[in-house]
């Protein structure tokens, strides 16, 4: 069970990076523009509250269809998760970017990965946490169906702690269920304690500088 945790752990990992490294782009461009901000962000708002579980048995059906392989493609369903409560937030903090700030870049001329790594992503961090937390536990909350998936006779199944739960609960294996959830439980407590805390206490300080 410690070895699916950490599968499971390292699958939500690499979930998020990829989903973040395809939207933060996108997300800052409707940001840093009002106009297309005002429509983009309450889509996004509203989708966030979109139970993306509807989409599984269409993801099922394409994945069997195409004989994919579940490890590497029921990721899409993590993804379908977590997506919008980043890109929310990642425009809501560019919505947010200070105008003397922007008017320093221009002043300065400082682009491309400056101008990101140095003013951008630590104006918006305390923003883009709090959607990469709560896509965090979403993607915790989907892996009870992300990794065991079903759709008529059709069932697929990821190596991972949530097919490990899925299974022991159609089984009625109780004890299975308790240490499923506990090892869960202990990933999620580690990367909280020791990554989420640490980057939310610079966050915090950064906000305390400015």
Not at 14 to 26: A, D, E, K, Y
Not at 28 to 43: D, E, M, S, T
Not at 136 to 154: D, L
Not at 158 to 175: F, H, K, L, R, W
Request: charged letters at 10%; aromatic letters at 16%; one cysteine or more.
């Amino acid at each position: 069970t410690l070895y699916l945790g950490f599968i499971t752990t390292i699958r939500i990992l690499v979930i998020m990076i990829l989903t973040t490294l395809f939207w933060l782009p996108i997300s800052l461009y409707i940001g840093f523009n009002p106009k297309l901000a005002k429509i983009v962000q309450p889509l996004a708002l509203m989708l966030a509250s979109f139970p993306a579980n509807i989409l599984f048995p269409l993801c099922v059906y394409l994945i069997q269809r195409y004989n994919l392989n579940p490890n590497i493609w029921l990721s899409v369903l993590f993804i379908l998760s977590i997506q919008w409560y980043l890109v929310f937030n990642i425009i809501s903090g560019a919505t947010m970017f200070p105008q003397n700030l922007r008017e320093i870049v221009k002043s300065f001329d400082i682009k491309g990965i400056r101008l990101m790594c140095k003013v951008i992503i630590p104006s918006i961090l305390p923003y883009f946490l709090v959607g990469a937390i709560t896509a965090w536990g979403s993607a915790w909350n989907a892996t009870i169906i992300a990794e065991f998936a079903k759709w008529g006779e059709t069932t697929l199944e990821a190596t991972g702690i949530g097919q490990y739960v899925t299974v022991a609960s159609n089984e009625g294996n109780m004890p299975k269920i308790v240490l499923g959830i506990l090892v869960m439980l202990l990933y999620i407590e580690i990367f909280n304690r020791f990554f989420w805390r640490p980057i939310f206490h610079y966050a915090d300080n950064l906000e305390k500088f400015k």
